[in-house]
């Protein structure tokens, strides 16, 4: 079965301390791999989609990133505004599987 | 509204009792998702709509769940008999078409389950 895995679970950061995020999916015949924000009390909303290997999409300090069996969330230079956890899914058709998420907190 | 709808946010309901919570889709989107989040975990699939036909309805964790949509609109996710193991945030979703690709989600349903 297709699986989306996500690491670390946590991820504490200073203000302006860098860091990545991983996704590795094991689907064949990927259809898309889609990064999601997620705040507290909210439904997820959607970041990036990234179809293939080595395309690369960007949005204020986040950029995502694409190989063949894995994705990048990186955050450049976080701000406390960026806490929240981070989801990644990947389309197989119309199913999505989404993995368990990474919690950034970003301290002041 | 422009952003997918549901109802209620909140709902505090005795074991035993049936709920349903609603989903308003975005317009003009033609599939529709159901998820549900408990307490720190991630998202579990349930049902996902094409119109107003589900085919996979996969997900749904035992035979006292239930979903339809009308008018290739508005869904309704009915919950039988609720179990405290049903406390959970259960979150709708629609895309534009067939095919998964980005998804727009609601606030959620907060179910708690006494």
């Known amino acids: 079965e297709d699986q989306v895995t996500q690491s670390p679970e946590a991820l504490r950061l200073q203000e302006g301390e860098s860091s990545s995020l991983n996704c590795s999916y094991t689907v064949s015949g990927l259809r898309g791999l889609f990064w999601y924000r997620q705040d507290p009390g909210k439904g997820p909303e959607f970041l990036f989609t990234l179809y293939s290997a080595g395309e690369e999409k960007e949005k204020e300090r986040l950029k995502a990133t694409l190989t063949k069996k894995e994705s990048f969330l990186h955050i450049t230079a976080p701000k406390p505004e960026d806490s929240a956890t981070y989801l990644c899914?990947?389309?197989?058709?119309?199913?999505?599987?989404f993995g368990a998420g990474t919690t950034v907190t970003v301290r002041a | 509204g422009a952003g997918v709808s549901q109802s209620p946010s909140n709902k505090v309901t005795e074991k035993g009792k049936d709920v349903e919570l609603r989903c308003d889709p975005i317009s003009g989107h033609t599939a529709l998702y159901w998820y549900r989040q408990s307490l720190g975990q991630g998202l579990e699939f349930l049902i996902y709509f094409q119109g107003n036909s589900a085919p996979d309805k996969s997900g749904l964790p035992s035979d006292r769940f239930s979903a339809e949509r009308t008018g290739g609109s508005v869904s309704t996710l009915t919950i039988q008999r609720t179990q405290q193991e049903d406390s959970a945030v259960y979150l709708c979703?629609?895309?534009?078409?067939?095919?998964?690709?980005?998804?727009?989600f609601g606030e959620g349903s907060r179910l708690t389950v006494l």
């Open positions: 899914d990947e389309s197989n058709d119309y199913k999505l599987s």
């Open positions: 979703a629609s895309s534009p078409g067939a095919g998964a690709g980005e998804l727009f």
